[in-house]
């Protein structure tokens, strides 16, 4: 689902929600800090993140501190089912 940001006319007020598409005008009305102000939606700034960059200061192996802390993790979540990098 989308994230939609909104905003606060009178006080500046910004929030965010997830929301279905045909959803995304249920958070306009009034404002829950100030209740003076109408909250209209606002465009926000897409997230994304890209994780197989390849450049030559990449590091294409992982490095063995990076292994000791998520062997440590997986000690403590017993029920995680993450993969640790050879």
């Known amino acids: 689902m989308p994230t939609y940001d909104y905003r606060c006319d009178n006080c500046g007020h910004t929030f965010e929600q997830t929301l279905l598409i045909s959803e995304r005008k249920v958070p306009e009305g009034r404002c829950m800090e100030c209740n003076d102000g109408d909250v209209r939606q606002v465009?926000?700034?897409?997230?994304?993140?890209?994780?197989?960059?390849?450049?030559?200061?990449?590091?294409?192996?992982?490095?063995?501190?990076?292994?000791?802390?998520?062997?440590?993790?997986?000690?403590?979540?017993?029920?995680?089912?993450?993969?640790?990098?050879?």
């Open 43 to 86: 465009i926000g700034v897409p997230y994304f993140a890209y994780d197989n960059i390849s450049s030559p200061g990449h590091l294409k192996k992982t490095p063995s501190w990076m292994k000791d802390k998520l062997k440590d993790v997986k000690k403590s979540q017993p029920l995680a089912t993450m993969n640790i990098p050879d």
